[in-house]
């Protein structure tokens, strides 16, 4: 159960990570308007709208001017602005806010500008002119433009563009494509409009614009191609063609993950059914309750048999532990009575000490043994329970490995005693392996999900995350209630459960006083285990002449409540070891790549 529930902590840390840098910023929006002019240039407008977490002072971004098509020269622009709020930047080399500075070359165009942000959102444009952004293939024009390159050391959650034509031409002549992510849109919403939108794109991954329409006359500032109208088309048709390929692929990906999915939860229900799930608990007798222990079972393999679901124990296992050592002579404990402070009007105490006999020719359990071991680990053979609760800060690591060790011992002692099938213990381990898989496909959809869930495979991926979802869930339940109880450990539970309904009894055993110091010190013992309060058990009846044969005789009366009271604290201490969080409209296509533009940028 442990491990089923740190493997779902560890997926949960992944999937809502805290950052841990000083500064970081996000790209909320980018809005493209790009006016094709008749003469062939083209007028862009690119607003950012950047939400920063810490202190800003510069942001930029370099546009690729190389050219991409046979005889095409590089590309050139003119008459670069930035704004902010309607208010215009300064070009200027002092890097002062309001500023910016531009470092062209041949093959690329840089921009860099300066402001001041403290964790808050700023929107930027950038206009530019592209002079000759237009090509003149042998039968159309082109425009084949990267609206955002693949540079960008930051994705954008929206992007949206608006291309418009130098004219509205007829809905026949016209053709728009669009590469990039496969949850991208395009559309040809008028005869001289064309739209282009994304959603979760990631850095480094383009945005690319292709639009056909038909050839412009004079226009003194465009590049001249050597394609045609259906070579181009061709071309589209291929990358459509891939991109089909893709999604297809994708789809039977997502599909197989959905049918595996859905078997492994079959497989494990029916393991869980054949394997895990316990039958319902015998009656012990007519009145459900038990006057005496039903068995020699050791108090620490009680108390984990009576927690369910995962028969873990706690630290009152290690409490009836050594109630038991006591009472097996093993151990003597004394008590120092409270001591007086501030003028003999406060006390603390009393004070718990265990004494280990040397002299004790008692055999113990490996896992008595374990725990007298780890207690007096030193020379001394006498120890305080101040000392014993200080044990995970004066010794944390031995503690840690302690606890571990003994959770695991009492577990496997209740497989020795055949109490759990072996069965149901090969099947809590194998679970995990199904549970780290579930958990790995939860991770991978919630990645994927931004960039895919505009696409074709939506459904199926909503599917499978849901079915991962499901799945990890349901599992690790299965994993809680994998051990299954023998015929012999059903029996075994139901008649701890009606001993310990006895005890909470306090009425019935009021009315019959113990006269067995044997059958008293079990109860003590056993009570401790099955988590009967110290209060109650230190009014049980019980003749005190008797009692005083017994090593536990010092806990007669109230001093076994206030000694209850002191296990209390040792208790939790045990239990916290080892915790040390024009109407037509398409997707694009997975090609391209060939447009001019591009490039990326960065803020700091």
């Known amino acids: 159960m442990k491990k089923a529930i740190l493997v779902l902590l560890f997926f949960l840390l992944l999937l809502f990570p805290k950052t841990a840098l000083a500064k970081d910023y996000s790209i909320t929006q980018a809005t493209i308007s ?29 546009i690729n001017l190389k050219a991409k098509c046979d005889g095409c020269k590089n590309s050139i622009i003119e008459d670069v602005s930035i704004k902010e709020g309607g208010k215009d930047y300064l070009l200027s080399e002092e890097e002062e806010p309001g500023t910016y500075q531009l470092g062209p070359t041949p093959e690329k165009l840089y921009i860099k500008w300066f402001y001041q942000a403290q964790s808050e959102p700023k929107t930027f444009s950038l206009s530019y002119r592209i002079k000759n952004a237009v090509i003149l293939q042998v039968d159309t024009s082109e425009f084949y433009w990267q609206l955002i390159g693949d540079a960008w050391a930051k994705g954008v959650s929206n992007v949206s563009a608006t291309i418009t034509l130098p004219e509205s031409y007829p809905s026949d002549s016209l053709y728009a494509f669009g590469h990039g992510p496969l949850n991208g849109k395009v559309a040809i919403v008028a005869g001289d409009k064309v739209t ?32 045609s109208k259906e070579e181009i088309l061709k071309e589209e048709k291929g990358f459509q063609t891939k991109n089909a390929v893709s999604s297809l692929t994708l789809n039977v990906i997502l599909a197989s993950i959905c049918l595996f999915l859905l078997y492994r939860l079959i497989v494990w229900t029916e393991r869980f059914l054949k394997y895990g799930k316990d039958a319902p608990l015998p009656e012990v007798n007519l009145s459900g309750k038990l006057h005496e222990p039903p068995s020699d079972l050791e108090p620490a393999l009680v108390e984990a048999l009576t927690r369910q679901p995962g028969y873990g124990p706690t630290g009152k296992s290690i409490v009836a532990t050594i109630v038991n050592l006591i009472r097996k002579k093993v151990l003597e404990i004394q008590i120092e009575k409270p001591k007086k402070l501030v003028m003999g009007l406060f006390s603390v105490g009393p004070e718990y000490t265990l004494i280990l006999k040397s002299e004790s020719k008692v055999k113990l359990t490996a896992l008595e043994k374990k725990l007298v071991d780890f207690i007096f680990s030193g020379v001394e053979k006498k120890i305080s329970f101040s000392e014993i609760k200080s044990f995970p800060k004066t010794k944390p690591s031995a503690t840690t490995e302690f606890w571990s060790d003994w959770k695991e011992k009492v577990h496997d002692s209740l497989l020795d005693t055949g109490i759990f099938e072996e069965k149901s213990k090969e099947m809590s381990g194998s679970i995990i392996a199904d549970i780290v ?13 931004p960039f895919l869930i505009a696409s074709s495979t939506a459904l199926l991926l909503v599917t499978a995350g849901m079915l991962s979802i499901a799945g990890i869930i349901i599992l690790i339940i299965f994993a809680i209630f994998m051990m299954k109880r023998t015929p012999i450990g059903n029996l075994e539970l139901a008649s701890w459960l009606a001993f310990k309904q006895f005890l909470k009894d306090y009425r019935v055993t009021k009315n019959y006083p113990i006269d067995s110091v044997i059958l008293w010190e079990k109860y003590l013992v056993y009570g401790t285990a ?68 591009g490039g990326g940028g960065g803020a700091g």
């Open 34 to 62: 790009v006016d094709i002019n008749s003469d062939g240039s083209a007028s862009v407008a690119e607003t950012r709208t950047y939400d920063f977490d810490g202190s800003f002072s510069w942001a930029d971004e370099w």
């Open 196 to 227: 282009y939108s994304a959603m979760g794109l990631p850095a480094n991954k383009f945005v690319e614009a292709r639009i056909l329409f038909p050839k412009l006359e004079n226009a003194a500032f465009a590049q001249k191609g050597t394609s």
């Open 437 to 449: 898989l579930f958990g790995i496909l939860i991770f991978i959809y919630f990645v994927a999900m």
């Open 530 to 597: 099955l988590g009967i309060s110290q209060k109650a058990l230190s009014e049980l009846p019980v003749d005190y002449n008797i009692a005083k044969n017994s090593n536990l005789y010092p806990l007669v009366g109230t001093t076994f409540a206030d000694f209850g009271n002191s296990f209390s604290s040792l208790s939790s201490s045990f239990s916290g070891y080892g915790a040390h969080g024009v109407g037509s409209s398409g997707a694009f296509s997975g090609g391209g790549g060939g447009g001019g533009g």
